[in-house]
């Protein structure tokens, strides 16, 4: 944008509007937009006093938004719009991605009380539903005029009156810093949950599938840095995480720092799992590309009439005896093939792992120049015949 563009813009000859969501769908800056009721304006357009009366209305409710930002010490900016309507600026010192922007937008709106019937609150970020599909749409910028009063568009106090040397104002603004942000989000899932606002410790299940299992470590660490999962990531965690605590304190600590984290949505998905942990033969099915590069070849002990997953390097007992429930009578003959079709998928997956661990095991018995070993167990020995060099194990 030019020197000339934004002078044109000051003096009125032009009204600039700006695209906010970048092409990698990150935001810099956002607002609240709070107006009268469409419905209401266009029914009353030439009723001047009406919308006097409303407009005051509006600014109020304003007025609890920027008190609420106050009071969370998040800086936000007054604007009259022009239109009997106001925004409420937010400027970030740097890009953040589109859902974590409207995360954080909702989290103030979340400490509000509804607004009035007749008063309408919109998220400005550029984009919204259209159809089946996304529309992009521009912000007017502060200080221009709006070109359907001929007003201007000025930041005002909370009385409502303009500030007098509004370029000085400008110069005033302060940005937002992205710790402040995650520190605002953090706080407010938690009162939402009802716990305590200071950081929590990390679960002792989160630590010890963090040491025990590398490719739940992988997902975990990617939610703890602030990156958004993937499908079939957050499938995984759920079934696992999510069954290992009655109030989900490992997978609300995992997720929180995500930027499509809401905690309501994460208890009601929680209050909907059925107890059946993911298996280690389908996170390798979920996640091909991450298990090709993370070992998922964990060493323990399978419960009787359980399975591979990684919750039993925390509570065996969680996959204890699910594999009866595959064997149990099937209610019809698409369940009964369902299971049979699982089960042999299952079987394919063991059957890759086997071999997988059979060409790491046999070359490690030759360089170490031996043909067996003891574990607790059984003993895996090394025997040779016609069909080559296979495996054995006697228990």
Not at 152 to 180: M, N, W
Request: glycine residues 6%; charged residues 25%; contains cysteine.
């Amino acid at each position: 944008m030019s020197q000339n563009c934004i002078i044109d813009h000051l003096f009125g000859k032009l009204t600039i509007g700006v695209y906010p969501l970048r092409k990698d769908k990150a935001h810099k800056f956002t607002a609240l937009h709070v107006r009268i009721n469409p419905r209401k304006m266009m029914e009353n357009f030439k009723n001047t006093s009406y919308l006097v009366l409303m407009e005051g209305k509006v600014h109020e409710y304003l007025l609890k938004l920027a008190a609420t930002c106050h009071n969370l010490n998040i800086p936000s900016y007054l604007e009259d719009g022009g239109e009997h309507d106001r925004r409420l600026w937010f400027f970030l010192d740097e890009f953040l991605p589109y859902q974590l922007m409207k995360r954080f937008v909702d989290s103030i709106l979340d400490k509000m009380p509804p607004a009035p019937s007749d008063v309408q609150v919109e998220i400005c970020l550029g984009l919204k539903a259209l159809g089946v599909g996304w529309e992009h749409y521009p912000l007017l910028l502060p200080l221009g005029i709006n070109q359907r009063t001929g007003r201007r568009c000025l930041f005002i106090d909370y009385h409502g009156s303009p500030y007098d040397d509004q370029l000085a104002y400008v110069k005033k603004i302060r940005t937002i810093k992205t710790r402040e942000m995650r520190d605002l989000l953090q706080t407010v899932s938690r009162e939402v949950r009802g716990m305590e606002t200071i950081i929590p410790a990390k679960p002792g299940h989160v630590e010890a599938l963090l040491l025990k299992c590398l490719v739940l470590a992988e997902i975990i660490n990617k939610a703890r840095a602030g990156r958004n999962l993937s499908r079939q990531e957050k499938l995984i965690l759920y079934y696992t995480l999510g069954l290992v605590d009655d109030k989900g304190k490992s997978i609300h600590y995992v997720l929180e720092p995500t930027p499509e984290y809401r905690p309501q949505k994460v208890d009601k998905l929680i209050s909907q799992l059925k107890s059946n942990p993911v298996s280690c033969p389908k996170i390798r099915e979920l996640l091909p590309e991450t298990t090709a590069y993370v070992r998922c070849d964990c060493d323990f002990l399978i419960p009787e009439g359980g399975y591979p997953s990684p919750l039993i390097h925390v509570n065996p007992g969680l996959v204890e005896g699910k594999r009866d429930a595959l064997l149990a009578s099937p209610h019809s003959l698409q369940e009964a093939a369902r299971r049979y079709i699982s089960l042999l998928s299952e079987i394919e997956q063991l059957k890759k792992s086997l071999l997988k661990l059979e060409n790491v095991i046999i070359p490690l018995f030759d360089k170490k120049k031996v043909n067996q070993i003891s574990t607790p167990f059984g003993c895996v020995k090394k025997v040779t015949n016609g069909d080559g060099v296979k495996l054995a194990v006697r228990h």
